[in-house]
């Protein structure tokens, strides 16, 4: 595969990843400002502090920033401008996907471009987004249900999972880390947090109605089955980059399959007490790191290489 293609399905992949999470705070953000307590204003904070705008939170309307997330076409982070780049990068190799999955992208990309799309998020931003949210889920469906399991395919879902596990970890710092304003300790904002990763019903059926933080932070870090929890995300990256690897050079200690391993094996023996005792920020922290060394290590072996690596001796 060349290099532009793979880098074209792997940015697609994280692009489509990041879109539909934006849109799962900006929903629960609004949906927490309905309710004048100091709960739903912390959950708003959350949101906002988890989308990493330093300049979000001293808007003066949630909905203003809500309104910018979704439609502003000259914010790198808004929902806009990420489909428009998941939609850009996947008609640069549309010969690589297949029909059905090119119609959901390219539907939901009209729909959020087109001239009345800020008028029917004022009419009924609830349904605006999660209307939004299911066409990105009919599209990963898609692709699939519709892509051979290939090269292609793998770089797409390669995106997707790197994206999930840093955004995930991202918010988690948020709520869980050391530099947090205030314990997350109020029902309404821990089942918000819930809600922003899409977890509240899993974790209904694994902890019952006992909502606490604790069992929070090792749900959507340390589950192994769950498809949004960070152990889960790293070992799927580490799968799809040791099918990959075959076909391109090994990296050595850098190599990304490598260094996906010792993400996925530091996850897989993580102890939820020791992370309590000692704090979990450094622990997200290294995440983050890794998340981002795994990405620079995927552009080194395979998009950014050295012609002479694929060059005949």
Same mark, same amino acid.
């Given at each position: 595969?060349?290099?532009?293609?793979?880098?074209?399905?792997?940015?697609? %992949?994280? #692009?489509? $990843? @990041? *879109?539909?999470? &934006?849109? +799962? =705070?900006?929903? /629960?953000?609004?949906?927490?400002?309905?309710? !004048?307590?100091?709960?739903?204003?912390?959950?708003?904070?959350?949101?906002?502090?988890?989308?990493?705008?330093?300049?979000?939170?001293?808007?003066?309307?949630?909905?203003?920033?809500?309104?910018?997330?979704?439609?502003?076409?000259?914010?790198?982070?808004?929902?806009?401008?990420?489909?428009?780049?998941?939609?850009?990068?996947?008609?640069?190799?549309?010969?690589?996907?297949?029909?059905?999955?090119?119609?959901?992208?390219?539907?939901?990309?009209?729909?959020?471009?087109?001239?009345?799309?800020?008028?029917?998020?004022?009419?009924?931003?609830?349904?605006?987004?999660?209307?939004?949210?299911?066409?990105?889920?009919?599209?990963?469906?898609?692709?699939?249900?519709?892509?051979?399991?290939?090269?292609?395919?793998?770089?797409?879902?390669? %995106?997707? #999972?790197? $994206? @999930? *596990?840093?955004? &995930?970890? +991202? =918010?988690?710092? /948020?709520?869980?880390?050391?530099?947090?304003? !205030?314990?997350?300790?109020?029902?309404?904002?821990?089942?918000?947090?819930?809600?922003?990763?899409?977890?509240?019903?899993?974790?209904?059926?694994?902890?019952?109605?006992?909502?606490?933080?604790?069992?929070?932070?090792?749900?959507?870090?340390?589950?192994?089955?769950?498809?949004?929890?960070?152990?889960?995300?790293?070992?799927?990256?580490?799968?799809?980059?040791?099918?990959?690897?075959?076909?391109?050079?090994?990296?050595?200690?850098?190599?990304?399959?490598?260094?996906?391993?010792?993400?996925?094996?530091?996850?897989?023996?993580?102890?939820?007490?020791?992370?309590?005792?000692?704090?979990?920020?450094?622990?997200?922290?290294?995440?983050?790191?890794?998340?981002?060394?795994?990405?620079?290590?995927?552009?080194?072996?395979?998009?950014?290489?050295?012609?002479?690596? @694929?060059?005949?001796?």
């Amino acid at each position: 595969m060349l290099a532009r293609v793979a880098d074209s399905l792997y940015w697609v %992949g994280r #692009y489509v $990843e @990041r *879109a539909e999470h &934006i849109c +799962r =705070l900006s929903d /629960v953000m609004l949906n927490a400002t309905l309710d !004048r307590t100091e709960a739903a204003a912390q959950v708003a904070r959350i949101a906002l502090a988890a989308v990493g705008d330093p300049e979000a939170e001293k808007a003066a309307s949630p909905y203003a920033v809500a309104t910018a997330l979704v439609l502003d076409r000259e914010d790198p982070g808004s929902i806009v401008t990420s489909l428009s780049r998941a939609r850009e990068n996947a008609r640069q190799v549309r010969d690589q996907i297949t029909t059905e999955a090119w119609e959901r992208l390219n539907l939901v990309f009209l729909r959020m471009t087109g001239a009345d799309a800020g008028k029917a998020f004022a009419d009924g931003s609830q349904a605006f987004l999660h209307d939004t949210i299911a066409d990105l889920h009919l599209f990963k469906g898609a692709a699939d249900a519709t892509m051979s399991h290939g090269e292609g395919w793998r770089f797409l879902l390669l %995106g997707v #999972y790197l $994206e @999930r *596990a840093s955004l &995930i970890g +991202r =918010l988690l710092e /948020v709520c869980f880390g050391d530099g947090r304003r !205030r314990p997350l300790g109020d029902h309404f904002a821990l089942t918000s947090v819930l809600r922003m990763s899409c977890a509240l019903e899993p974790y209904l059926r694994r902890y019952t109605a006992d909502i606490q933080p604790r069992s929070i932070l090792q749900f959507l870090l340390l589950d192994e089955e769950f498809p949004r929890s960070i152990r889960f995300s790293t070992a799927q990256i580490e799968e799809h980059l040791s099918a990959l690897t075959r076909y391109g050079p090994s990296a050595g200690q850098a190599s990304p399959e490598r260094l996906a391993g010792r993400l996925k094996a530091r996850l897989q023996y993580a102890d939820i007490d020791e992370l309590e005792a000692l704090g979990a920020s450094g622990f997200l922290t290294t995440v983050g790191d890794e998340c981002a060394a795994i990405h620079q290590a995927i552009y080194e072996t395979f998009v950014a290489y050295p012609l002479e690596l @694929r060059l005949p001796a």
